[in-house]
């Protein structure tokens, strides 16, 4: 099963903001997100060449975003409905 769509479905969430902590966890994201024919929020399908970033949101309607260091780390503060998820172990990040 895709790891991506697995995830959305266990947490019943629109949008799911995941931590990739280096290039060969990124690989793997995007492999699946690429299975899932994401797209990024512009409607441009997500390609093998494009970079993502250490944090990236994806949502139940595939799309994807970036997402910058200073509002992971605040969300964590300011918003607990958020979920994010280390992608490399699949476990949810609680702070």
């Known amino acids: 099963m895709n790891n991506v769509k697995m995830i959305l479905e266990k947490y019943g969430k629109d949008t799911i903001w995941f931590y990739l902590k280096d290039d060969k966890t990124e ?6 997100l690429m299975e ?3 797209t ?3 409607g441009e399908k997500l390609e093998k060449h494009h970079r993502l970033s250490y944090y ?3 949502h139940s309607d595939k ?3 970036f997402i910058s260091s200073m509002c992971w780390e605040m969300s964590f503060a300011t918003n607990k409905e958020i979920v ?4 490399s172990s699949l476990k949810r990040i609680n702070f």
Do not use: Q
């Open 40 to 42: 990024w929020m512009s």
């Open 84 to 87: 994010h998820v280390d992608y």
């Open 56 to 58: 990236i949101a994806a």
């Open 36 to 38: 899932l024919g994401a």
């Open 63 to 65: 799309t994807i975003a």
């Open 27 to 32: 690989e793997n994201f995007k492999k699946e």
